[in-house]
């Protein structure tokens, strides 16, 4: 696995050997496993072109760690109970009443 990220491309040998990996060898001196940082993690599991895959992979992560701590939510609410999702229904429905145009003699 390890020979893998290597022959990735110099993009990734540098963010290997600094964010780091590691090897757990047993008695013998065999990789029993391996222990890879997050972004090589998904990195390994996306696939595609290396350098284009750790630009999403640190978006996602920087996304991720934006709504752990508490970044602005968007524009919209997910409603989380029933009577939220109704009411959204019904605001959103007597929204489109409003917006609506209606056609003469329709």
């Given at each position: 696995?390890?020979v893998?990220i290597?022959?990735?491309?110099?993009?990734?040998?540098?963010?290997?050997?600094?964010?780091?990996y590691?090897l757990?060898?047993?008695?013998?001196?065999?990789?029993?496993?391996?222990?890879?940082?997050q972004?090589l993690?998904?990195n390994?599991?996306l696939?595609?072109?290396?350098?284009?895959?750790?630009?999403v992979?640190?978006?996602?992560?920087?996304?991720?760690?934006?709504?752990?701590?508490?970044?602005?939510?968007?524009?919209?609410?997910i409603?989380?109970?029933?009577?939220e999702?109704?009411r959204?229904?019904?605001?959103?429905?007597?929204?489109?009443?409003?917006?609506?145009?209606?056609?003469?003699?329709?």
């Open positions: 696995m390890i893998a290597e022959k990735d491309g110099s993009d990734l040998i540098h963010q290997a050997n600094s964010v780091g590691v757990h060898e047993d008695t013998r001196g065999y990789t029993s496993s391996i222990d890879l940082s972004d993690t998904y390994l599991v696939g595609y072109d290396p350098a284009r895959r750790l630009k992979v640190r978006r996602w992560m920087e996304l991720e760690g934006a709504a752990q701590q508490g970044a602005p939510t968007p524009h919209f609410h409603p989380t109970t029933l009577a999702a109704l959204l229904a019904a605001d959103k429905s007597e929204e489109c009443e409003r917006l609506s145009v209606t056609t003469p003699g329709a």
